[in-house]
């Protein structure tokens, strides 16, 4: 971070009183944007939206947390999409800051992983940025209705044999079953997503 | 000849560092969020600065000579830097090996409690991204916070404001 980017983010930080940039009940912001899948093609939140829910989870491949969760991401999203939850996976890093998070690194970790859902670029960081997604992996999940109802953590260890809460896991079955969800919101260390340069 | 050769190489790489340190001098204590803050409350500092980081952090490494910069030019006025790695412990290795190479001298702390209350424990502002910078003051008030990495004129400046804020200088004990 350069001086001027470390005194607006230092700036924005004191005007912010929480961390989260999306509330618990708002939209999902950038909906209509286009983002290249591995599959080639375009494709936007909006476009993956499910009946029963969207699932939109900030990622990449270089990050050693993502890499911990990665196969709880792919059986997640998987079990999700099969119950009406839309899923979409985003990469918004600059693979020119991590070589490992380009596209054709994407397109090989979706296929190993078994992704059934897009694995896209965020091409400008642009949609991160709209919902102030700071960390890979950071899940936020959208109920029926469109309303943020969880945003957070996958679980609350990278250990998977130390997993004692299923954050992401419980929500999406509330969701899909009409109910409350339990823990809306959760934190966690992450990977700091490094975005592209403003254009 | 070679003897020169080495006793330059040697020369070279130490003028590179600021110290060079052995990776069996380098000493990391796993840390609780509970345990940060009591050692930030330590009496003897004047300033203490708290930064999150891990080796395979690219802005964390990048930052990394500035904060140990700062670390050297201020310990002697007050300053204490905590760093405390959110790598795995199992590769301890890996994290004594670049606090060596980074002439890391002073103690070293690693993340040992689940994100959730490990975050919440330090400030309810960080959202858990790397690297995460802590700055408190002698009585150990958070004076300052911020994500991402910054450079050594960031933090000198930071760290001067709040050296320069408190009168009675107690020596500090980086």
Redesign the interface.
Known sequence: ???G??MA??AS?TV?AS??GLNLGDKAPSTTVKMKNVDGSEVSIADVAGKGGTLVIFSCN???FVKAWQDRIAAIGNAAKTKGVGVIVINSNDPA??PEDSFTEMQARAKQLGFTFPYVVDATSDVARSFDA??TPEAFLFDKDGKLVYHG?ID????ADQVSKHFLQDAVDAVTSGKDVPVKE?????????YRAKT | MVGILWCVGVLFVSCGRTSHVRVEDVHVTPVTAADVQRLVREPGARAVLVN?W?T????CREEFPGLVRVARKYQGQGLKVILVS?D?DKDMAQIKKFLADEGVDFPAYI?AE???P???GLD????????ATFLYDGNGKLR????????F??FEQKVVEVLGKQSKPTGGNS
């Open positions: 971070m350069k001086t980017s470390f983010l230092a930080m912010a961390a989260f270089h990050c050693p800051s991590y700071t960390r953590a609350d260890s990278q250990k959760t934190k966690f260390v992450g990977c700091g997503i490094k | 999150m891990a395979w952090c690219a802005p959110a795995d993340k689940k994100d959730q490990f975050i919440d309810q502002r960080w959202t858990g991204a790397l690297p300052d916070f911020w994500e991402g990495e910054a450079a004129n960031v």
